[in-house]
């Protein structure tokens, strides 16, 4: 299908055609994690108890039954249930019952009354961000293998992340590869150590009360280590008399120290089966809208990072994350007076020895930073601004710029009339990114008629894209619902770009 749209500036009209494509990429409520269920301590030391009273016998034909209904919709889903076991082990010690003298059988009966089913994309998947795999082998001409990534988002709008893996052929059409049977959720190591100075830097930033930053940091050595840092914390939350301004801050200091951690996922496990689902408390609502870029540094090696909102129900916490093989992902929250709000977006190499962000730290406008770490962020500057009627709302990037020899091309989003969402393009300076040169007046992508309903009815947005045999490979969401692709030739772009700022 293709939709045309109208491009004007000085009585100049081009048209710029955007092919969309037919494959569609919708939620599926069979894709389920076995999550974590904790339902309060005094129920679950009644729901120990009762377990305790059975026999043996009993134990095991209530295991078996159980396995038989779900061992084949997990993988191992044995060691899922020791694992919540070993999570409620101190509420079972306090009880006085020897943890180490139970049966493997009941330890694992107990985990399976701490486990539930959450299927991950039952609600939607979308906003999808597109990258160059890191494996390019065993390709025809013209073609490439690509990984997308989408938000998805299950029972209680609880987002995560998911990907696909496919191969793009020379005529942009996209083969995607299977879907694997399970997923599974990473493997999670915490840092181990912190940096005072910049811990309270970003507690400050987050507006956390200081007379209790003050109360639990004053003692700590300027690098103290994350254990002794989240005993104080939990053992000061248990106090039954603790005010409620106290337990808001001392719960902010646990989640910014619970949100430096590793991920890493079994070998034996496909693309699709991984699932970048909540961790820490910072993310408890949910990771919203990845925008995920192959960076390449000054050496030459290779990384793909995204960033991403990390969301506990009422503060809002941007982190980066980055892998060099998708097995192994490194998560660290964002700092600076640059790092709030949503629609980060890095830049895919350095410019002039200096990472670059774009940014919409006041919810309207987009701004670009620079900065000599990829993790802290000062000084935005002001870029872009909404100007034309379909995006006087506000206006944000749709992923990382792209490279091109006539400029930085970015794909925007801007909010309109009945807040619909429309994609736009504009082109900045290679050598100076702050200097606009190209904007197109029109949106390049508004929805259709058949794309207007959906969980959130009027929108189509992306969070990243591609250049793939000189066009635009542009996967963006429907209405917070699905997601699709469309595919915009690049000469006409970038010529109905450069036209716009023609005198």
């Known amino acids: 299908m293709i939709h045309l749209i109208l491009f004007s500036k000085k009585n100049t009209t081009m048209r710029v055609s955007v092919v969309r494509k037919s494959i569609k990429f919708t939620p599926d409520s069979r894709r389920v994690v076995a999550r974590y269920f904790m339902n309060g301590i005094e129920r679950t030391q009644q729901m120990v108890l009762r377990i305790m009273t059975l026999e043996e016998k009993e134990v095991l034909q209530t295991l078996e039954q159980t396995l038989r209904e779900f061992a084949r ?45 959450y299927a991950i994309e039952s609600a939607a998947i979308f906003n999808p961000s597109i990258v160059e795999d890191f494996d390019q082998t065993g390709l025809e001409a013209g073609e490439k293998r690509v990984v997308i990534s989408f938000r998805a988002t299950g029972e209680g709008h609880i987002s995560s992340i998911v990907f696909r893996r496919g191969i793009l052929d020379r005529d942009n059409n996209l083969q995607i590869m299977k879907i694997g049977n399970h997923i599974d959720k990473a493997e999670i190591e915490h840092k181990t ?12 930033e987050m507006h956390t009360t200081d007379k209790y930053i003050v ?3 004053q003692d700590l050595p300027e690098e103290f280590e994350f254990a002794i840092l989240t005993n104080m914390l939990t053992t000061a939350l248990k106090d039954p008399l603790i005010r409620e301004e106290r337990k808001t801050a001392l719960q902010e200091i646990l989640w910014l120290a619970n949100s430096f951690y590793d991920l890493q996922f079994k070998h034996d496990s496909d693309i699709t089966e991984r699932v970048i689902f909540p961790i820490s408390d910072s993310e408890s609502r949910g990771i919203e809208d990845a925008r995920f870029v192959r960076f390449v540094d000054d050496d030459n090696s290779v990384r793909v990072m995204a960033t991403y909102t990390a969301y506990n129900g009422h503060t809002i916490l941007p982190k980066l994350i980055s892998t060099e093989d998708f097995y192994s992902f490194r998560v660290m929250p964002l700092h600076g007076e640059g790092a709030q709000n949503k629609n980060l977006a890095l830049f895919p190499r350095k410019i002039k020895g200096k990472y670059a962000m774009l940014a919409r730290i006041d919810g309207v406008n987009n701004y670009i930073m620079y900065s000599d770490r990829a993790t802290q962020w000062n000084t935005p500057i002001l870029l872009q601004q909404p100007r034309f009627t379909w995006e006087l709302t506000q206006i944000g990037n749709c992923g990382s710029p792209l490279w091109t020899e006539e400029g930085w091309l970015v794909i925007t989003h801007g909010v309109g009339t009945m807040r619909r969402y429309c994609i736009g393009a504009s082109l900045f300076d290679l050598d100076d990114p702050s200097k606009e040169i190209g904007r197109l007046a029109e949106p390049l992508l508004s929805p259709l008629e058949d794309e207007r309903e959906g969980y959130v009815p009027n929108v189509v947005y992306s969070c990243g894209a591609i250049i793939h045999n000189n066009s635009l490979i542009l996967p963006y969401a429907v209405s917070d619902y699905s997601s699709t692709y469309g595919v915009v030739d690049m000469v006409e772009l970038l010529d109905a770009l450069k036209k716009s700022y023609k005198k």
């Open 73 to 117: 919709r997990h993988r191992n889903i044995s060691a899922v249930f020791f694992r919540h076991c070993e999570r409620i082990r101190p509420i079972i010690e306090e009880m006085q019952i020897d943890f180490d003298a139970m049966s493997l059988d009941r330890k694992m009966l107990i985990g399976s009354y701490c486990t539930m089913e």
């Open 193 to 204: 150590l912190f940096n005072k100075e910049r811990f309270l830097t970003k507690l400050s």
């Open 215 to 217: 109360q639990i940091m």
